[in-house]
T-cell receptor, first 113, second 113 residues
Framework: DQQVKQNSPSLSVQEGRISILNCDYT??????FLWYKKYPAEGPTFLISISSIKDKNEDGRFTVFLNKSAKHLSLHIVPSQPGDSAVYFC????????????FGQGTRLTINP | KAGVTQTPRYLIKTRGQQVTLSCSPI?????VSWYQQTPGQGLQFLFE???????NKGNFPGRFSGRQFSNSRSEMNVSTLELGDSALYLCASSVDPAKNIQYFGAGTRLSVL
């Protein structure tokens, strides 16, 4: 049972344009969401997070939007840069469940010059 | 500040053997979580330790076990290795359970032959 889904295995975007990565979840107990970025041969790197009491969180070029009624979140990267090419993972947790993160399958983002 | 350190980076074992992986968290972080990453299943939660106690456990067989020491360093053990245990094993540490932001090491790549 895939509780966190990233339906797009890959995404290709031109440098300077907006990248939008999507994530859906099924478990209504999730109340904290995170995005991680992963390069080959490295561990995931934390990017940005959002609590369920918010619908938007922004950090520089990265913005995460949360739509609780649709159980959907998205990561916007503006403007996209070649260094953003990586695999992006969406993750969710229920705070009362402590440190257990449930991850999506990841989306490989490629930024083309 | 040093990041999460995992040793060894690579391991090759044969079926039936056992293996121990090590993780040193970021200084000051008391929570350590372990994840398994495979191409088919993605990133899956194994277990989490806090103050030498296992607080959460994922859906893995009893062959997978772990422990945490008083200095927060953690080890993960897999006994009676199977071919399907070949994976990237990731360790993550956290200082703030309320935010569930976990910082990952580079992982240990285990190959079972």
């Amino acid at each position: 049972d895939q509780q966190v889904k990233q339906n797009s295995p890959s995404l290709s975007v031109q440098e300077g344009r907006i990248s939008i990565l999507n994530c859906d979840y099924t478990n209504s107990m999730f109340d904290y969401f995170l995005w991680y970025k992963k390069y080959p041969a490295e561990g995931p790197t934390f990017l940005i997070s959002i609590s369920s009491i918010k619908d938007k969180n922004e950090d520089g070029r990265f913005t995460v939007f949360l739509n609780k009624s649709a159980k959907h979140l998205s990561l916007h990267i503006v403007p996209s840069q070649p260094g953003d090419s990586a695999v992006y993972f969406c993750a969710a947790s229920a705070i009362k469940g402590a440190q257990k993160l449930v991850f999506g399958q990841g989306t490989r983002l490629t930024i083309n010059p | 500040k040093a990041g999460v350190t995992q040793t060894p980076r690579y391991l090759i074992k044969t079926r039936g053997q056992q293996v121990t992986l090590s993780c040193s968290p970021i200084s000051g972080h008391r929570s350590v979580s372990w994840y398994q990453q495979t191409p088919g299943q993605g990133l899956q939660f194994l277990f989490e330790y806090f103050s030498e106690t296992q607080r959460n456990k994922g859906n893995f067989p009893g062959r997978f076990s772990g422990r945490q020491f008083s200095n927060s360093r953690s080890e993960m053990n897999v006994s009676t290795l199977e071919l399907g245990d070949s994976a990237l094993y990731l360790c993550a540490s956290s200082v703030d359970p309320a935010k569930n932001i976990q910082y990952f090491g580079a992982g240990t790549r285990l190959s079972v032959l």
